[in-house]
């Protein structure tokens, strides 16, 4: 029922807020035993960068301390640290890879 007015009520809000999933930053830490080429492989395995892209996010890792390799949702970011941690693992190297909510 309109009340009689013709008036069947006021959109208050116009633009209804979309809803999207949450990201996680995937991020390599630097330390001081794994081999530069070594995360430059793990780079371009795991994360589908060129070569030229890997070498220049493990230099950022290794003079800051750590970067921001990709973004991803919650599944594909843990699938990315696990198999990172796993392979570092298998060659004996201290690598660290790690995932944050954006
Ligand atoms: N700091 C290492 C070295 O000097 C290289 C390195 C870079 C290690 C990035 C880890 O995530 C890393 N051999």
């Known amino acids: 029922d309109d009340g009689g007015d ?3 009520g006021v959109v208050l809000e116009t633009r209804s807020k979309t809803q999207r999933p949450p990201l ?3 991020m390599l830490l630097n330390d001081d035993y794994t081999p530069m080429e070594f995360v430059v492989h793990v780079l371009e395995r795991f994360f589908g960068l060129t070569h030229a892209q890997s070498f220049e996010i493990m230099l950022t890792v290794h003079k800051r301390g750590l970067a921001v390799v990709g973004v991803f949702s919650f599944e594909v ?3 990315k640290v696990g198999q990172v941690m796993d392979f570092a693992r298998r060659h004996q190297h201290p ?3 790690t995932m944050e909510k954006e």
């Open 6 to 8: 013709g008036d069947l």
């Open 95 to 97: 690598l660290q890879c």
């Open 24 to 26: 996680y930053k995937v």
């Open 77 to 79: 970011a843990e699938t």
